[in-house]
């Protein structure tokens, strides 16, 4: 009989056991007494101690617990736009409900930001990682970009925005949704932390500013361009409209 290799324990500070990561060496290791936020320091400690540009993958068995290390990561790590959140639906498979606009938004930011390199750790749960992703291919040819001082005709910029599912509302309150008023488009992309206002003189596009979603008002922060991904996750226009029909009945 072969003989079976134990699994050795021993005790050792967290200063010991981050040693061989920053090192680079590979394989298992099992950390236990990782109590309270103890475990959100010791990634930070793992995410300064980095020097491959490698991501750190973060599985936590529920939403709550998810969202509790995201907060704490982005604490001890200082820098939160490193640290990216990924939420599973909170609906069943077949439950005739939507997922949450805003679920949807942090969801596709986090897509987005994967797609151009961006961040350093993904927090995420079990379930999320189970769920089907829009593709990274479909995802690309849905960027809309707009710059300051750019052209582009407000119907087809409508028309684009309803393409990438995004919703026409009275008041910009929410992520994914946009409301005209005049030459001004208002617009939640999912990526930003407040909305945009879209200032327009015929079909240029002069300013774009933030502006606070509750008083309305416009802030001092001036954006020089805007990239825009979906809002939602099942595009339902265009061409994958059309894929969608005819994938449907052929199910």
Known sequence: MPATTEPRIQQCTLSGVLAPFAAGISGRTEILGLNGSSDAWFA??????????????????????????????????????????????????????????????????????????????????????QQKVIPRKTLDSLQLQLEVGGEIPRDALLQGLSALGYQRVALVEDRGSFAVRGDLVDLFPPMLEQPVRLAFFGDELEE????????????????????????????LAGSHLETFTRKFKER
């Open 44 to 129: 930070a400690e793992l995410l300064a101690r980095n020097k491959r540009d490698e991501y750190l993958l973060v599985v936590a068995s529920s939403q709550a617990e998810a969202q509790r290390f995201y907060r704490a990561l982005c604490f001890f790590h200082g820098r939160q736009a490193d640290i990216l959140f990924f939420p599973h639906w909170e609906t069943e498979p077949y439950a005739p409900l939507s997922p949450h606009p805003e679920i949807e938004a942090t969801r596709l930011a986090t897509l987005a930001s994967l797609a151009k390199g961006r961040g350093k750790a993904i927090v995420t749960t079990v379930k999320a990682l």
């Open 208 to 235: 774009l500013r933030s502006f606070d979603p509750v008083s309305q008002r416009s802030t001092d922060r001036h954006l020089l361009r805007l990239e825009l991904a979906p809002a939602r996750e099942m595009i």
